[in-house]
């Protein structure tokens, strides 16, 4: 059964530092989605891509995060600097053009200290 | 402001026996949710789904029931099996394809 992919699963890093999370999507899912889910509350929506071309980047804290699909293939959320609040899991998930239902990968756990 | 709204947290039901998660929103857009289930240290698994034209979808031992003028919908699993125990997700999404997640309730299912 296909399934999304990231890596890392975890990670541990300190303040200020960068970090790269790496996700492949479902082989033909055309919309890519990162999501930040902090512990005890839902997912929350960072980033949308549709192809490579970002549908939905609003909630997106742009002074530190980036996020980029060039292909419309696989993508990479990066954090520079990292800051203690940014723990969280980030998870990835794919949907096939034109359908609602999403696939989430495994997540990676961050964790800043 | 929680668009999407799980009030109970978590949730206690003997083997056998049936469960009910609820869940509900405040934004009358909303026309397609999901439920979704979460083991620790993976990513949420697909359930079920309802389109708001409907208001009941069942698939196995889950049925999904949508009361728009209630703004409610609720999971129902019969029976519960201790595999059930996870947490489990509800969101909904409107035009855009912008899902609003829930806060979750976490089911234990006791043998």
Redesign the interface.
């Known amino acids: 059964e296909a399934e999304?992919a990231?890596s890392p699963r975890y990670k541990i890093t300190e303040k200020s530092q960068a970090v790269a999370f790496w996700c492949d999507p479902i082989s033909g899912h055309a919309?890519l989605y990162w999501y930040r889910q902090i512990l005890?509350?839902?997912?929350?929506?960072l980033v949308?891509f549709q192809d490579e071309s970002v549908?939905?980047d609003s909630q997106l804290p742009k002074d530190r995060f980036s996020a980029e699909r060039l292909k419309g293939v696989d993508s990479t959320l990066k954090i520079q600097p990292a800051e203690l609040g940014d723990s969280a899991m980030y998870?990835?998930?794919s949907?096939p053009r034109y359908q609602?239902?999403?696939?989430?990968?495994?997540?990676t756990?961050l964790l800043v200290l | 402001d929680q668009q999407?709204k799980q009030n109970s947290p978590s949730l206690s039901v003997q083997e056998g026996r049936i469960s009910i998660l609820n869940c509900d929103y405040t934004n009358s857009m909303f026309d397609?949710f999901?439920w979704?289930k979460k083991y620790p240290?993976?990513?949420?698994?697909?359930l079920i789904?309802i389109s708001s034209i409907k208001d009941k979808n069942e698939d196995g031992r889950f049925t999904v029931f949508l009361n728009k003028s209630a703004k409610h919908l609720s999971l129902h699993i019969v029976p519960s099996q201790p595999g059930d125990s996870a947490v489990y997700?509800c969101?909904a999404?409107g035009t855009?394809?912008?899902?609003?997640?829930?806060?979750?309730t976490s089911l234990t299912v006791i043998p």
């Open positions: 999304v990231q919309t005890g509350q839902g997912p929350e929506l949308q549908v939905d998870l990835c998930a949907s609602e239902t999403q696939y989430f990968g495994p997540g756990r | 999407v397609y999901l979704y240290a993976e990513g949420p698994t697909f789904s997700f969101a999404s855009g394809n912008q899902f609003y997640f829930g806060t979750g």
